[in-house]
Structures are given as C-alpha cells and as structure tokens.
C-alpha cells in the first residue's frame, strides 16, 4: 500500500513539474530589434501574464520595464508588452531578459547583442559652468529628486506606438548619443559622464516641435537643463528638450507630433545655443534616432511574430 503511494505521489510530482514546463513553453514571445545595441530600445510582446521584463548581463540586473496591456481590437489579439532599453554601457556580448509575473519568471530569453562604438569627446569648461555642474545644492537635488519621480512613474497610456519625427529640421549634430564626455574643469579637476542624449546646434529661438503625440508632463526652468521640456510618449517612455530660450507648451497639454513646444536656446549647463533632445526608456538612457527608424510599438508586427 506505502509502495502504491509512493509510486502515485511519484507520477503526479513529475505530471506537475511537466505541466510547469509546458506553460512556461507555451508561453509566446516576440522582440522588435532581435538583436539589439547597447543603448537601443527593445520593444517586447507576449501572450501570457507578465508584470515586468528584467534585462541581465552577466548575471547582473541592468535594466528593468513595467508590462503594459494592449487590448484586442478589430479582431486583432490582445497581448501584454514593455519596452526597455539595453544600457549603453553593457559590454557583454549576450544578455538575458527574463519575463516575470507576481509567481516568478515564467520565461527567459536569450539575446545576442551587436556591438557598438561610441565617441569620445572633453568639455572645456569656465569658471562659471564649472561651479554651475560642480557645486552641490539644496535647490539641485529637489529638481533631481522631481525628475527621477517623472522618470520612474509608468503610466498606462500609449499615445504615440508610431515613429518618432525629429525635433528640428536641422541636420547639424555637435554631440551624439552615448559620447563619453571628460568634463575639464577650470579648476584642472576632471569627471567622466555619458551623453545622454542628441544635440543639435541650432540657432537660439529656433522652433522645437514634439518629437511625437504625448502629454506634456513638465515645463519649466531647471538649474542644469534650463528652460526644459518633458514630454510623456508611452508606458515609462519620456521625451526631453533641455536647455530651451523658452517653453510654450504647458504641463499637462495633450501635443500632437510636430507640434511646436519650445524655442531653442543656451540655458543652464550650456556651452552655446542647441538643442539636447532625449529619450528615457524606463529610465535608462535611449537612444532617440532608432524610434526615428521604427515603431515604438508595432503592434501589427509583434502579433505576426508571436502567432504567424
């Protein structure tokens, strides 16, 4: 009798770690690049439950999204995705992005990266840029604190899942995205950082137009960024315009893509009149140019590759 026991318990323990195994395969995946740079978006979709998309390189987290829901429409499957940002500064050649629910993971997925380069670049700065972005206050840490609280709120709305359009028409670009800056202080005092964003040497009171419909989440002055413009786009998917003359559009407006926000200018840690134009995914440093390319979220695509 014990050994009929034993023998039952025995099949349905490898019944249930066999069903575990076959939800988890079950599970359907697509992912817009499959092979993605350090420092471009990946947008995810999938068929199961999932709360979040976990990027790991080399076993260490380095990269988290939130998962949204896209309901079903004109016949279409309804589906959860995220979009989250592989760091520019993830060196390993594959990474692994686990998808979880509230149970654990429930699916893991191997990416192969392509590698990329980025430039380098030294700031030479004066005496009063120099205490400007080198100097502590009270006043800059509120502002930091009120950024990151934008930047770490996800809300639930995709207003714009298309490309993204340039913010101005020049072609003119004094600093790309991802350049590895040395800052020279006045002082002979040296400090490394990463450009987070594109700049465009543009004129001062040139027009700066919404790089996609969005809701306008913050637009004022800021001690570092100037004038500044923050533009929501998706699920923890933000735009910013730093170091304006001016803004124009008002914090919680709905705008539409090429809609003016702003006017260009030399505001805050500036060396001359441009326009840093940048996008956070999640919080993490994105760069703005491959939304330019593709979708933001192709939902016709991502459908076709989970079920067709």
């Known amino acids: 009798m014990k050994r009929r026991v034993i023998i039952i318990l025995f099949i349905g323990l490898i019944l249930l770690t066999g069903a575990g195994q076959s939800v988890s395969a079950q599970i359907k995946y697509a992912l817009i690049p499959e092979s993605p740079r350090p420092g471009d978006p990946v947008t995810i979709g999938t068929d199961g439950y999932v709360k979040e998309a976990v990027v790991f390189a080399n076993g260490k987290q380095v990269a988290k999204a939130v998962c949204f829901p896209i309901k079903e429409e004109y ?81 639930d709305v995709v207003y714009n899942p298309g490309k993204l359009v340039l913010p101005v028409t020049s072609t003119r670009r004094t600093s790309l995205f991802g350049t590895r800056r040395v800052n020279q202080y006045s002082d002979g005092r040296k400090t490394t950082s990463i450009h987070a964003g594109v700049d465009f040497g543009v004129p001062k009171g040139t027009e700066v137009r919404a790089c996609g419909r969005g809701r306008v989440v913050f637009s004022r002055m800021r001690i570092l960024t100037g004038y500044t413009v923050i533009i929501e786009l998706a699920p923890g998917v933000y735009s910013s315009y730093y170091h304006l003359d001016s803004v124009i559009a008002k914090e919680g407006s709905i705008v539409e893509a090429g809609e003016v926000v702003a006017l260009s200018g030399s505001t805050g840690f500036s060396t001359g009149p441009h326009l840093h134009w940048e996008l956070r995914v999640s919080t993490e440093n994105t760069d703005p140019d491959i939304l330019v390319e593709r979708a933001l979220l192709d939902k016709d695509l991502l459908i076709r590759k989970m079920y067709y």
């Open 75 to 155: 016949g279409k499957p309804g589906f959860m995705a995220a979009i989250v940002t592989i760091p520019s500064t993830v060196s390993a050649e594959n990474v692994i992005i686990k998808l979880n629910n509230s149970g654990g993971t429930v699916c893991e997925i191997p990416v192969k990266l392509t590698p990329r380069k980025f430039l380098s670049e030294t700031l030479e700065l004066n005496p009063s840029l120099s205490k400007l972005v080198g100097e502590s206050t009270p006043e800059k840490t509120a502002e930091s604190e009120k950024l990151w609280e934008i930047l770490t709120t996800t809300g």
